[in-house]
């Protein structure tokens, strides 16, 4: 597997590239880089090329006879996940694995139970956006997911049309719970959206909101599972039912 | 929810039971029950009972009237779970998220590249046992899967018939990868095994042995997932695509 980096500033038909700070970082002091090295440089919209490490000096690595590639397929239905804010490092993990398995974009959301305070430093959004970029490193896509900016779950939810599944657990009282076989295609030919609750869940006026605003209820089996384990379940469901 | 008890010592007619130290303290100093609430209480093997707490003294805390209620449906499929040796807590969260999915059986395997020593206080399958009763009480299943003792996977491999899929990097050159619909009919009728590499993902030689021995190859979708996102978005997955 040949080591992958994130170069937002490339353009369509550069054939050298400068990397950044960071990544030069990266390159050179963590996986110790040599001239001539052969490496892929991603620019996070789809676009993927490999080329041949130059030199690194002061200015950053410098890469040159960029050739594009063929980046990694996408997910055939763009997913948004709207998730109820976790904790600390469940936060992180959570923007490490939506990236891998394929989510589109994630909006975290304040609800009823959330236990995060909304104090700037506890809702670090910059490092989530640079935890889903080492996560697409990683992982080999070429589309780095977007992190929306935290917005309270009422606001979020009136925002977005087309398919909208809300997970709740599968012991809850709730009427009209869909099976995602009937979701299928719809789904396929614009986006859809998924929400899942923080660890305390959705309040009923939340479920109650939701399913006005047009989101299906949705449960993942019969066993109740962890806040955190839910939107992995149901990433990983939606992306096999729905690919072809 | 009600709060639910694990009994393993109860018996099929049983009209009453005195929980075990550790159950008697969870009901009695964490969730701090009183005289003639009502609990659950499940064997681990398929039985749940619905009754009401008598008292709590030296012996234990006492439930009587006790009924026999429906237990949580199983998956269709018993799946076990092969899976490399993790670190300490990623062990600990793959035991609790296999139970809350469904796993059947869980069986540890040393493999070639597998970061974890064999010394027996770093391979503690007593505290995973807990781990699994833990995570039954709080997801719900009456069935508390089987966790093994660890075997050398070229041993784990060879003890098993029936529909066997070995999990592969999507960027791993190996032919002959499956697609899990075309599964769907033999697992149906007896189990099925899937068995997931640790950190460091199998070695060619492993995936030759295990194809050998009647493993067939596959990849959940084309990112690289994290080894510990592996046993939860493939048990996932298969849990939605073995269900009617």
Redesign the interface.
């Known amino acids: ?1 040949l080591p992958r980096f994130y170069a937002p500033q490339i353009e369509r038909g550069a054939r050298s590239i400068v990397l950044d700070a960071d990544e030069s970082h990266h390159l050179v002091h963590v996986l110790r880089l040599k001239a001539a090295d052969t490496v892929r440089v991603f620019d996070g919209r789809g676009g993927e090329w490999q080329g041949r490490l130059v030199s690194c000096d002061k200015r950053g690595a410098a890469i040159d006879a960029l050739e594009p590639i063929a980046p ?2 996408e ?1 055939e239905v763009a997913v948004t996940l709207v998730v109820g804010l976790l904790r600390g490092p469940a936060m992180h993990d959570l923007v ?2 939506a990236t ?3 989510a589109h974009r994630v909006v975290p959301v304040y609800t009823e139970r959330t236990a995060v305070s909304k104090r700037r430093d506890v809702v670090p959004v910059a490092r989530w956006r640079r935890i889903a970029i080492t996560s697409c490193k ?4 070429a589309v780095v997911p977007e992190i929306a900016e935290p917005l309270p779950f009422s606001e979020a939810i009136q925002r977005e049309a087309g398919v909208r599944l809300m997970l709740v657990e ?2 809850a009282a709730i009427d009209g719970r869909c099976r ?1 076989d009937d979701l299928a295609a719809p789904a396929r030919q614009g986006g859809a959206l998924i929400a899942v609750g923080p660890e305390g869940g959705w309040t009923d006026a939340e479920v109650r909101l939701a399913v006005e605003a047009g989101y299906v209820p949705w449960s ?7 806040a955190e ?1 839910v939107p ?3 990433l ?2 939606l ?3 729905w ?1 072809s």
Chains 1, 2 share one sequence.
Do not use: H, K
């Open positions: 597997v990694l397929p997910a490490r694995d891998m398995l394929g990683q992982c080999g896509r599968p012991t995602v993942l089996g019969t066993q109740v599972l962890r384990a992995l379940a149901a990983s469901v992306r096999y039912a690919s």
